[in-house]
């Protein structure tokens, strides 16, 4: 099983980045797809979630109306755009797989993918 996100990187305060996570050797369109971040010393954060339709959707409130999450079930990829990003954004987002029902049990993440707003 394999998450890569690619994407991150260094973008000034109010720029925009794009985020992409494509998954392998499962099967992608059974899992709904989470981006989470994480920044040091703090827990991991969900932000944002698509079902693995792409019927719903779900944003953290610090990031609502900035992002969007949307998925590509032929290209077994999930993308996150990021817009008017703040200092604030700065982490590590991290893809994550979790099984809809009845295959709950597996979940899985990706390596993570750097992110800094900074000018």
């Known amino acids: 099983v394999q998450l890569v996100e690619s994407g991150g990187g260094l973008v000034q305060p109010g720029g925009s980045l794009r985020l992409s996570c494509a998954a392998s050797?499962?099967?992608?369109?059974?899992?709904?797809m989470s981006w989470y971040r994480q920044t040091p010393g703090k827990e991991r954060e969900l932000v944002a979630s698509?079902?693995?339709?792409?019927?719903?959707?779900n944003y953290a409130d610090s990031m609502k109306g900035r992002i969007t999450i949307s998925r590509d079930n032929a290209k077994n990829t999930v993308y996150l755009q990021m817009n008017s990003l703040k200092p604030e954004d700065t982490a590590v987002y991290y893809c994550?797989?979790?099984?809809?029902?009845?295959?709950?049990?597996?979940?899985?993440w990706g390596q993570g993918t750097q992110v800094t707003v900074s000018s």
């Open positions: 994550n797989a979790q099984g809809e029902r009845p295959i709950t049990q597996y979940h899985y």
């Open positions: 050797e499962f099967t992608f369109s059974w899992y709904t």
């Open positions: 698509i079902t693995s339709a792409g019927g719903s959707t």
